[in-house]
């Protein structure tokens, strides 16, 4: 089995009880409207692991979904990381507003966290060698689609992804890389409609919503797509490793 795909390693040191709490960082998400809670038990468990890695800090969690969670959880001071994948409507509209009566700064949403791209690049090789391990006869070129939510707002959310899918071609040498979306074109139906048979699909979403369990693999069935389809970015184990580094880094 090929290792788990890793950023730069950093043991997660002991927390201790006798140390106490000296910065707050909130950990914001979308969530789910339509069913609040289970997006927000699943952030509370990423902010817990992110919270291994940063001994000495409380670490908390808020979806805006969730009715006043995030003003509760808010401290003066505190860091605002914004688990989205663009720094789009949410992240510069809505979440200022909700925090202006609150002393709080704001860091960069995860989908533009630097390390990110060599993180994907080194998840997709595993994928596309596992599945190289099991095929038969794997004679097509590899290759990925980008599965993104876009926006009907404006052009910040696709842009976002397009920047990100130009960082991680040149790590992806030989990788036929295509970017799909939910919400405006290339919808993500067409482009799953022309994608090879042994393609990886990798959503490029932050949280496990409807987008990800219903909206995502519609378009794919619609699509007659027979390749596999990867767990939201977002969710990957390594992605409180990754998001306790940018912390720091701030």
């Not at 979806?63 to 720094?87: C, H, I, N, S, W």
């Not at 976002?160 to 030989?174: C, D, K, M, N, W």
Request: charged residues 15%; proline residues 10%; positive net charge.
């Amino acid at each position: 089995m090929p290792p788990s795909p890793s950023v730069p390693a950093d043991r997660p040191p002991q927390a201790s009880t006798a140390r106490s709490a000296t910065k707050t960082v909130v950990i914001v998400a979308h969530g789910q409207p339509s069913a609040p809670e289970p997006a927000e038990r699943a952030l509370a468990q990423l902010a817990a692991q992110v919270a291994r890695f940063l001994p000495g800090w409380d670490i908390r969690s808020a979806t805006l979904a969730q009715p006043d969670r995030l003003e509760t959880v808010m401290r003066k001071g505190a860091l605002v990381y914004p688990f989205f994948m663009a720094d789009g409507w949410f992240t510069t509209k809505v979440l200022p507003q909700r925090l202006t009566a609150i002393d709080h700064r704001q860091l960069p949403p995860f989908g533009q966290d630097p390390a990110l791209p060599e993180f994907v690049a080194s998840m997709v090789q595993q994928a596309l060698a596992a599945q190289t391990a099991t095929a038969e006869n794997h004679t097509a070129q590899d290759s990925l689609l980008l599965a993104a939510h876009g926006s009907a707002r404006g052009p910040k959310a696709a842009a976002a992804t397009e920047r990100f899918a130009t960082a991680l071609r040149p790590l992806l040498p030989g990788l036929d890389l295509v970017t799909g979306y939910i919400e405006q074109a290339p919808y993500l139906a067409d482009i799953a409609e022309i994608m090879p048979t042994q393609s990886l699909c990798l959503p490029f979403f932050a949280q496990s919503g409807d987008h990800v369990t219903q909206d995502i693999p519609a378009a794919l069935a619609k699509a007659k797509f027979q390749g596999r389809l990867l767990p939201a970015l977002g969710t990957a184990p390594q992605i409180a490793q990754l998001i306790a580094k940018a912390i720091r880094r701030a």
